[in-house]
């Protein structure tokens, strides 16, 4: 058991804080819209993994590269991680495309 996978998680989710930040993206665009749609995004993809396990397709795998912590039984703690940083990087992709479109249309 350890937290090489989670830290690993973390430290993309901070990348994409910084990018974020430092183009005015997603959070720093609009916080509260941003908020709403990466809670959605997360909940959606939650009951989606979630009625996957229920159903069997989805199951953990075992593995040391992760703590062991489960939210629920076959959802790992990581996985909550990584849809957040899976909607936060989509959206700041978006984002991003959107102004470079907008900027090649102006020039």
């Given at each position: 058991?350890t937290?090489?996978?989670?830290?690993t998680?973390?430290?993309?989710?901070?990348g994409?804080v910084?990018?974020?930040?430092?183009?005015?993206?997603?959070?720093?665009?609009s916080?509260?819209?941003?908020?709403l749609?990466?809670?959605?995004?997360?909940?959606f993809?939650?009951?989606?993994?979630?009625?996957?396990?229920?159903?069997?397709?989805?199951?953990?795998?075992?593995?040391?590269?992760m703590?062991?912590?489960?939210l629920?039984?076959e959802?790992?703690?990581?996985?909550?991680?990584?849809l957040?940083?899976l909607?936060y990087?989509t959206m700041?992709l978006?984002?991003?495309?959107?102004?470079?479109?907008?900027?090649?249309?102006?020039?």
């Open positions: 058991m937290l090489l996978y989670l830290l998680l973390l430290v993309s989710l901070g994409m910084v990018l974020d930040w430092r183009f005015g993206l997603f959070f720093w665009h916080p509260v819209r941003a908020a749609v990466v809670g959605i995004g997360v909940l993809f939650l009951t989606w993994d979630l009625f996957g396990i229920g159903l069997g397709i989805f199951y953990r795998g075992e593995t040391t590269l703590t062991g912590l489960q629920a039984p959802l790992p703690l990581e996985e909550l991680v990584f957040t940083f909607c990087l700041n978006v984002r991003g495309a959107q102004l470079v479109l907008y900027r090649q249309t102006r020039a």
